[in-house]
């Protein structure tokens, strides 16, 4: 005797209860289906035109998807027969409340003939046996989580690549038409064509794309743009940004002979350190300024303004680099004016101290004098001198505090 035939059967009341809890579990359900088929990532998926592992994604959710709906057909086709039979049956007797108990809680939907694997039939094989409504609803829920977990995987790849795709793509657009105001552009040419063949995947396989590959892409087409946009400003700009060249030539021209002007002044007053010779870097700059002229008269606006960059930041570092020999320069004889105060500073505390007619600080001062106002000065040397007369006078300073 089977557990449904042993089972007492439910009086009408609990009847009436149970086919209430069927009915509001089967609308949920359909309503559920509704939406999934409504949702937009599956209606664009089982509507694309896909290939590769997106189509084999497609084919096992339309699988499955069938197979939900075939489910849920025999699950209302059994509440249907539960329904009609309540219906013909205001005062239902034992016979027909032990039906409708079968049909309620006992195994009462039929499966489909391919729940049983082909390989596992046999010829006289008994069909599989028949489900309950609620181990239907059981079914139906796994594949029903399947299938939105499926299509989600799908849409999040398509969510993930389309935004930055249409990006590539707008940067494709002004690449193409500034391309086209230069005359035309090698690697505008190659960039077009890889995003093609990149967005032909995204389109019709999002699982078999690689992001990456999309970002780099987009990346080397706003990259080319941006070269592009210069290129064509540059068009418009190259006679006064060379003239502008020309003059920070001259400029750095100009420096250079102010700061040899320096350094040869310096080189009368200071012997040691001696002053760092002042860098040559004005006729080469000019040479190579000569140099790109003929890019323009070719058309070759692209490397121009490559070219003209890297000669704008070449002729600022020219003049930062004259400057500093220049200031070092310079520098040298501040650093004697410098030491010349603090020997006069200290000779003024050693006669506060009392030390005027000292004969030891006397000569320590004198030989530091002289070295200090001497021409050319070592300063190395006077530097050790004052150092010398500096802890000399220090040393008086302690004693008179003791």
């Given at each position: 005797m089977s557990e449904a035939a042993a089972r007492p059967p439910l009086d009408r009341d609990a009847v009436d209860d149970a086919l209430r809890v069927q009915r509001d579990e089967r609308d949920r359900v359909s309503a559920a289906l509704l939406d999934l088929e409504a949702q937009p990532g599956y209606r664009l998926l089982t509507g694309a035109s896909v290939t590769g592992a997106t189509a084999l994604a497609r084919e096992e959710i339309r699988a499955r998807a069938a197979e939900l709906w075939d489910w849920f057909d025999r699950y209302t086709r059994t509440l249907r027969a539960t329904e009609d039979l309540r219906a013909r049956h205001g005062r239902p007797g034992r016979a027909e409340l032990a039906e409708l108990t079968r049909l309620l809680t006992g195994p009462s939907v039929a499966p489909p003939e391919h729940e049983v694997p082909l390989a596992d039939r046999t010829l006289l094989a008994a069909p599989p046996p028949p489900l309950t409504l609620a181990a239907v609803v059981e079914r139906m829920t796994a594949l029903y989580e399947d299938v939105v977990r499926r299509v989600a995987a799908v849409d999040g790849a398509w969510s993930a690549l389309l935004p930055a795709l249409e990006r590539a793509e707008a940067a494709r657009r002004e690449v193409g038409t500034l391309a086209a105001e230069l005359g035309g552009d090698p690697e505008a040419a190659r960039l077009t064509g890889e995003l093609d063949r990149v967005a032909a995947t995204v389109r019709a396989d999002p699982l078999a794309t690689a992001p990456p590959e999309l970002d780099r892409l987009g990346a080397d087409l706003a990259a080319l743009r941006d070269r592009l946009r210069a290129a064509v400003r540059m068009r418009a700009e190259a006679a006064a940004r060379l003239a502008a060249l020309d003059d920070a030539v001259a400029l750095v021209r100009a420096e250079e002979d102010d700061a040899r002007r320096t350094r040869a002044d310096v080189l009368t007053r200071i012997s040691a350190p001696p002053p760092p010779d002042v860098p040559a870097l004005a006729a080469a700059l000019a040479d190579?300024?000569?140099?790109?002229?003929?890019?323009?008269?070719?058309?070759?606006?692209?490397?121009?303004?490559?070219?003209?960059?890297?000669?704008?930041?070449?002729?600022?570092?020219?003049?930062?680099?004259?400057?500093?020999?220049?200031?070092?320069?310079?520098?040298?004889?501040?650093?004697?004016?410098?030491?010349?105060?603090?020997?006069?500073?200290?000779?003024?505390?050693?006669?506060?101290?009392?030390?005027?007619?000292?004969?030891?600080?006397?000569?320590?001062?004198?030989?530091?004098?002289?070295?200090?106002?001497?021409?050319?000065?070592?300063?190395?040397?006077?530097?050790?001198?004052?150092?010398?007369?500096?802890?000399?006078?220090?040393?008086?300073?302690?004693?008179?505090?003791?």
């Open positions: 190579r300024c000569a140099a790109v002229r003929g890019l323009g008269a070719a058309g070759r606006w692209r490397a121009l303004t490559d070219r003209v960059a890297e000669l704008e930041d070449a002729a600022a570092d020219a003049l930062r680099r004259v400057r500093e020999a220049r200031d070092l320069a310079a520098g040298l004889t501040e650093r004697r004016d410098e030491l010349r105060g603090r020997l006069e500073a200290y000779r003024m505390k050693a006669a506060r101290l009392g030390h005027a007619e000292d004969a030891d600080l006397a000569g320590r001062y004198a030989r530091t004098r002289e070295l200090l106002w001497s021409a050319p000065c070592d300063l190395r040397r006077a530097t050790v001198a004052l150092s010398g007369y500096q802890e000399a006078v220090s040393a008086r300073a302690k004693g008179s505090d003791r």
